[in-house]
């Protein structure tokens, strides 16, 4: 009795680092972005009055992350051997503690930019953990306390003791066995991560966005979408994280010559650089699955020359580092367009979610066809050949993008000033371009919006409109006419099996 203040505190510690080493082995099996001890770590970094801040950078100098996370061990340290001392007469206020531990850690989850489902796995499981071991040990602490007072059941103390103890062992075990795990999983996003802050491509430039290209209205979707915000859509839970030294890209199937690419043999050749707009074929009518940035790779027409497609050849299925694949128009691959394997995307290598090192971009194709991330071979055959991971599952072989347009100002269910309102979004056809772009009030005549500049035929173009409505609830919708003059269809069509069509539509309400 005397000592087992000491042993609850012990079996909250362990509780707590089995806990926490699980999440942190979890989190970097699923290679969540932002791990929740350092999520919180940086959460406190940015609450931190900016003396303190310097204070502890002086202080602590390059250290002053580890000395944070450090301190935040050492701190939770604390708390769980105080949550462990008070679960032995009261089980809930351990819980508590748990929960609102796994509270700050969400707070902290979220308060990152562009947080994803994956990222909460490990704070769900770090919480089990938490509650399942505690649970465990204090069963075992309480026969041994029970026994010790004589009570029931009966049995020899010095056993139920040895084994609490033994369990003790076996914990933290676990939890050391957890820690080892997350390091070696961790080391491989560690090692591409640093390989891509390190990387210097030559010819990749940094964006400078063309004049005229914005319609000036807030609210619209910025012309250039930051790589932070650009849409993510793929099927890894797991993104594969391939150092660029490991990467190679195996060129083979119907050619004449099988190639093999190494990222040094790629990027030692001519850079080609271009804004371009990718969208995705779930993309709903009005939908944000679409994005455009300034990407830098090389040109893939002269590669493909190189290993020279055999007659008769017409696709070229690509394969991923993490066994995604899709079929591209060997076509659209060889023609005057800019399909290049990209290896940097506004500036800077690509992202790691975004394909790092090295993806497909195909101006004019949806991306379940081209774009394909973490690229490492690509075999030119024949469509009648093969069948793709989305053709698998019923949607098309081929994926040209449809004309479609967007409002984003004002938003749906929006309630305006009467009078003068202005109208604002966004029509993409890539590698055709788009002439035109007409907004309809309540069934109305079609009205000629004023389009702003784009580079080229391969990126999305901002539009607006001013309009006169008079109070009352508005219908507006919006279409596009591409450079071969034709005019967006009102037909409503489902993404499945090749890109939704119809027209974006608004429901606003003008107020006196
Ligand atoms: N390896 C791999 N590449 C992929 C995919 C994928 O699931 N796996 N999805 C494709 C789809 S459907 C689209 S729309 C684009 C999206 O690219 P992004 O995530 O960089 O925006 O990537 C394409 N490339
Ligand atoms: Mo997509």
């Not at 940086?42 to 609450?47: I, R, Y």
């Not at 041994?144 to 933290?172: C, D, H, I």
């Not at 050391?176 to 997350?182: F, H, N, P």
Request: glycine share 10%; aromatic share 8%.
């Amino acid at each position: 009795m005397r000592t087992s203040r000491l042993w609850w505190a012990l079996a909250g510690l362990l509780a707590g680092a089995v806990g926490l080493a699980l999440s942190y082995a979890a989190a970097a099996v699923l290679r969540v972005r932002v791990a929740p001890v350092v999520a919180v770590a940086e959460g406190v970094t940015a609450l931190t009055p900016g003396p303190v801040a310097r204070w502890a950078i002086d202080t602590f100098d390059t250290n002053d992350k580890l000395a944070l996370v450090s301190g935040i061990l050492v701190i939770l340290a604390v708390v769980f051997a105080l949550l462990g001392r008070a679960a032995r007469q009261r089980w809930w206020l351990a819980v508590t503690g748990y929960v609102v531990l796994a509270a700050v850690g969400v707070v902290a989850v979220v308060a990152e930019p562009n947080t994803a489902f994956v990222d909460f796995v490990p704070i769900a499981i770090g919480l089990l953990a938490w509650i399942v071991t505690l649970a465990v040990l204090a069963e075992w602490l309480r026969r041994w306390e029970l026994v010790e007072a004589g009570g029931e059941p009966a049995g020899e103390p010095t056993r139920t003791r040895r084994n609490f103890l033994a369990l003790a062992a076996v914990t933290a075990g676990i939890a050391v066995a957890g820690g080892l795990v997350g390091r070696a999983a961790g080391a491989a996003r560690r090692k591409a991560e640093q390989s891509r802050r390190l990387l210097r491509i030559e010819g990749v430039t940094a964006p400078a966005v063309p004049k005229g290209v914005t319609v000036g209205v807030e609210g619209v979707a910025p012309w250039q979408t930051p790589s932070s915000d650009f849409y993510l859509i793929d099927t890894a839970f797991i993104k594969p994280t391939i150092a660029p030294a490991d990467w190679e890209l195996r060129i083979h199937g119907m050619v004449e010559r099988e190639l093999r690419l190494s990222y040094d043999d790629l990027v030692s050749r001519e850079v080609t650089e271009d804004w371009i707009t990718l969208n995705c074929v779930s993309n709903e009518v009005g939908g944000k699955l679409v994005g455009n940035a300034w990407w830098s790779g090389v040109r893939l027409a002269p590669i493909l020359a190189e290993a020279g497609p055999l007659p008769g050849a017409d696709a070229v299925l690509q394969t991923s580092d993490d066994g995604w694949t899709c079929g591209t128009p060997l076509r659209v691959l060889t023609d005057e367009r800019n399909a290049m394997l990209a290896v940097a995307m506004n500036g800077e290598p690509l992202p790691i979610e975004h394909g790092f090192p090295v993806r497909t971009l195909v101006p004019g194709l949806y991306g379940y066809v081209s774009a394909c991330k973490w690229v490492v071979d690509m075999e030119v055959t024949r469509f009648d050949r093969f069948s793709a991971y989305w053709t698998d599952k019923g949607w098309s072989a081929q994926g040209p993008v449809k004309i479609a347009s967007r409002i984003d100002v004002p938003h749906d269910g929006a309630d305006v000033p009467a009078g003068e309102v202005v109208c604002a979004g966004a029509a993409w056809m890539q590698h055709t371009g788009i002439s035109a772009v007409e907004v309809q009030v309540d069934g109305g005549p079609w009205q000629p919006a004023t389009l702003a500049n784009v580079p080229s035929v391969d990126t999305w173009v901002q539009w607006r409109i001013s309009l006169t409505l008079p109070e009352g609830d508005h219908r507006l919708r919006v279409r596009a006419t591409d450079k071969d003059g034709n005019v967006q269809t009102g037909a409503i069509a489902d993404v499945v099996p090749d890109g939704a069509t119809g027209w974006h539509t608004i429901a606003i309400t003008a107020k006196a």
